[in-house]
């Protein structure tokens, strides 16, 4: 009886080590894998990485290259005292309209957020009327306007400050731009209904079949009567 006991127990006692043994190499393996480099299996001394954004004035800031073709342009200045920007109180139209931003050493808003890609639809208050039939192939683009988009309002939308932090990957992508001056301009304006030629066109990209539906610019849907 004391026998088997005795066995019990140093069975006991080898499991444990076992599985304790088990559990400092799987922490070890997770400390390898893990980007912080300590203990993966607990959160109490884990501290976030310091942000430090720019707090250089607008103006006094150099321009931060496009992370690729036609990507918005980083805030490169510090955004105190300029945020949350509202459909009526945007103080980057301050500098950044194309009228003043040649002497505010700024980038201009490009000619595409003067462009209004939403449909004109018409709402009288009581009758809601679309302008546009989802089941038809049209697109809405207007002329550009000499006044900002209101879908193009709130900047902070695509453009963010640039933080100042250790990467705990180094990036290592390296953009190719295919336009000369791709890394400080944007060039979509030129190109951005480049795939939206409309029927009758030397590069309309509608098809024939697209041309049989011939109640709209590319036709009525098959789905007109569903």
């Known amino acids: 009886m004391i026998r088997k006991s005795l066995i019990v127990a140093c069975s006991i006692v080898a499991l444990v080590s076992l599985g304790v043994a088990e559990g400092t190499a799987s922490n070890d393996s ?17 501290v976030s990485a310091k942000t ?58 490009p000619k595409s957020h003067f462009v209004n890609f939403r449909p004109k639809h018409k ?13 038809k192939n049209e697109v809405t683009i207007s002329k550009p306007s000499d006044k900002l988009s209101m879908a193009r309002f709130n900047c902070s939308q695509c453009h963010a400050p640039q933080s100042d932090t250790p990467l705990a990957v180094e990036n290592t992508f390296k953009p190719v731009f295919s336009t000369k001056d791709g ?9 951005m209904d480049d795939d939206l030629a409309t029927v009758g066109e030397a590069d309309s990209v509608i098809t024939d079949k697209d041309k049989a539906n011939t109640n709209s610019a590319a036709g009525v849907s098959v789905w007109t009567k569903h």
């Open 52 to 109: 430090k954004y720019s707090d250089k004035a607008p103006g006094t800031s150099k321009k931060i290259e496009r992370a690729f073709q036609d990507a918005p342009p980083m805030i490169p200045h510090s955004v105190e005292g300029l945020l949350p920007i509202t459909a009526k109180n945007n103080a980057c139209t301050g500098c950044h309209m194309p009228e003043v931003a040649p002497a505010m050493k700024a980038t201009p808003i």
């Open 123 to 135: 709402f009288d208050g009581k009758k809601f009327e679309k302008s546009i039939d989802n089941y």
């Open 183 to 191: 890394a400080s301009k944007s060039s979509w304006y030129e190109h």
């Open 30 to 46: 997770a400390k390898e894998l893990s980007l912080r480099k300590g203990d993966a299996f607990s959160e109490s001394d884990v």
